[in-house]
């Protein structure tokens, strides 16, 4: 079985530019989020979809961040304009259908940005 | 509001030794704990989870980890450790009451382990 899919690994741009992730889950993962690791910082959570509808954005930044999943199946994150702090590994996870909460995420490897 | 501490930056340890590594939770309700394991530029991979059920939870190389609800604690134990066992270990916890609820993560330990 595959796994979850990230492009690109690695990214590097200057401050105030803008940049996109693209992530392919796991064939069939009903729900997908995206996760912010800073360095020496735990992943924490951007955005969760169901299918194709956000179902926890809370703690995405909206006035720079935005995220889609147009067909429920791979879903694009992007920033726009990105500052300094912004720096840091952008992982895609996925879960199969939703259950109680108990299901495992299946984490990609990252998409690690620099931003100048 | 739910959280996760991992009291320990970085754990050394000699291999062949035991290797604990510590996590404690807060949250309302009761808790479904997860470990995952990261290695240099890779993403998370899930070594195992508590939902309910027996104490103690066994997952993928070897790991096991014991859930004790008076402690608020679920250690991450392996009674041999590998120097392939180096890495950054995560310890993240789910409220149960919430099916949405977001996976709370640790701030992680760094694990060495020596020839």
């Known amino acids: 079985e595959a796994g979850v899919a990230q492009s690109p690994r690695y990214k590097i741009i200057e401050k105030r530019q803008s940049v996109a992730f693209w992530c392919n889950p796991i064939?069939?993962?009903?729900?997908l989020y995206w996760y912010q690791q800073i360095l020496g910082q735990g992943p924490k959570l951007l955005i969760q979809?169901?299918?194709?509808?956000?179902?926890?954005d809370s703690q995405l930044p909206k006035d720079r961040f935005s995220a889609e999943r147009l067909k429920g199946v791979d879903s694009t994150l992007k920033i726009q304009p990105a500052k300094l702090e912004d720096s840091a590994v952008y992982l895609c996870a996925s879960s199969g259908r939703r259950t109680s909460g108990t299901e495992t995420q299946y984490f990609g490897p990252g998409t690690r940005l620099l931003v100048l | 509001a739910q959280s996760v501490a991992q009291p320990e930056d970085q754990v050394n340890v000699a291999e062949g030794n035991p290797l604990t590594v510590k996590c404690t939770y807060s949250v309302s309700g009761n808790p479904y704990l997860f470990w995952y394991v990261q290695y240099p530029n890779r993403g998370l991979q899930f070594l195992l989870k508590?939902?309910?059920?027996?104490?103690l939870v066994k997952g993928s190389y070897g790991f096991e980890a014991e859930f004790n609800k008076s402690q608020t604690s679920f250690h991450l134990k392996k009674p041999s450790a590998l120097v392939s066992d180096s890495a950054l270990y995560f310890c993240a916890v789910r409220v149960s009451t919430d099916s949405w609820g977001k996976l709370q993560f640790g701030a992680g330990t760094q694990v060495v382990v020596t020839p």
């Open positions: 979809f169901q299918n194709n509808g956000v179902v926890d």
């Open positions: 508590y939902i309910t059920g027996d104490n």
């Open positions: 064939s069939g993962h009903a729900t």
